[in-house]
């Protein structure tokens, strides 16, 4: 039986769950157990604290692992060094270092996108700072789409229509303040002649294409061969955000009016990510694809309990499989078909 270390965190949480007991509990690892062992895994759960006292012990193991959307993102940090050592160690960590990296970090999401084939026709341009912007910005084209590196649900997503209104959303949204830090930045170029201040708007953001007359995009979650897939209205008062729309006002599975080739491009991109799962906001403007942005690591999961069923792929079609599977069960699957 091949044996699985799985890493929870400080609150022995793992993984993400929708209508979990209690809230924000994360996946059942009773059930998990239960689902990994019916396929031969034997899976068993440690803090991720636990492993720092000897990282070597896991050189070679099976590491999965939970992220963290903590206020502030301090523990999901704490994550990311644990990942990236175990990682150089020689633990085989599921999804690699690099999927950590970019949950909750849209501006390393986007640089990996850019790596994707099927998504290089959306541009985007990343930045540090207003600063960095300036520098660039007769390559923008208007309108644009705003995002910040953080934010899920639609948070942080604003249209822009001119330089203007985007200069003015990004001082709004990119300020850090430190009135003590900065006075004493502002002594320094009195002081020391031809020294530049800090930019005080420098948290990172992407500017992304804007791509018009959309009135929906599909949620696909895509658990090894097993996709899940819900149709986002975008709704009056919402602006351009189809996500965050609420889970009772989409259309899941047959019913989301999915394009000829939607799985087929989505499936593709899951495949070049080499990773088990995968949550991908597709768009569709009547000609292309777009990949708007994707998580392989604590995605929401709300699609599989909404959804009656999942696709998969059968010859050269995608059959819908009518079948009410637990979010721990379509994980565990996952793993295995990852391993496999």
């Not at 050189?59 to 060094?81: A, M, N, P, R």
């Amino acid at each position: 039986m091949t044996k699985i270390i799985a890493l929870t965190d400080y609150k022995n949480k793992f993984g993400s769950k929708h209508f979990d007991r209690p809230y924000r509990s994360g996946m059942d690892k009773e059930k998990l157990k239960k689902y990994f062992n019916e396929l031969a895994l034997e899976i068993e759960f440690h803090k991720l604290h636990e492993v720092t006292s000897n990282l070597n012990i896991l050189k070679g193991q099976f590491v999965l692992y939970t992220s963290s959307e903590d206020i502030g993102y301090y523990y999901k940090s704490f994550i990311e060094d644990i990942i990236l050592i175990l990682e150089t160690v020689g633990a085989k960590t599921i999804p690699s270092y690099k999927h950590l990296r970019a949950n909750n970090n849209k501006v390393f999401m986007e640089l990996m996108r850019q790596e994707i084939k099927e998504s290089e026709q959306l541009s985007a341009f990343s930045f540090g700072s207003l600063n960095d912007f300036l520098s660039f910005r007769n390559n923008i084209s208007y309108p644009c789409v705003f995002k910040t590196a953080e934010g899920a649900s639609g948070t942080g997503v604003f249209l822009a229509n001119t330089e203007e209104e985007l200069i003015k959303i990004i001082k709004k949204n990119n300020k850090v303040s430190n009135p003590k830090e900065n006075l004493k930045d502002y002594l320094r170029s009195k002081k020391h002649k031809g020294y530049l201040k800090e930019d005080i708007y420098r948290r990172k953001f992407i500017v992304q294409q804007f791509i018009p007359n959309l009135k929906n995009d599909w949620k696909l979650y895509i658990f090894g061969d097993m996709l899940y897939v819900f149709n986002r209205p975008i709704q009056k008062g919402r602006g351009i955000k189809a996500s965050g729309g609420g889970y009772d006002n989409y259309l899941y599975g047959p019913n989301a009016n999915t394009p000829e080739g939607l799985f087929e491009f989505a499936y593709m991109f899951f495949l070049k990510l080499n990773v088990p799962h995968v949550s991908l906001d597709v768009a569709y403007d009547g000609k292309q694809f777009y990949i708007i942005e994707f998580q392989s690591v604590y995605f929401g999961t709300a699609g599989i309990p909404y959804s009656n069923g999942y696709y998969k792929k059968t010859g050269s079609n995608w059959l819908f499989v009518n079948d009410k599977l637990e979010i721990e069960n379509v994980y565990a699957k996952s793993i295995n078909w990852f391993l496999k």
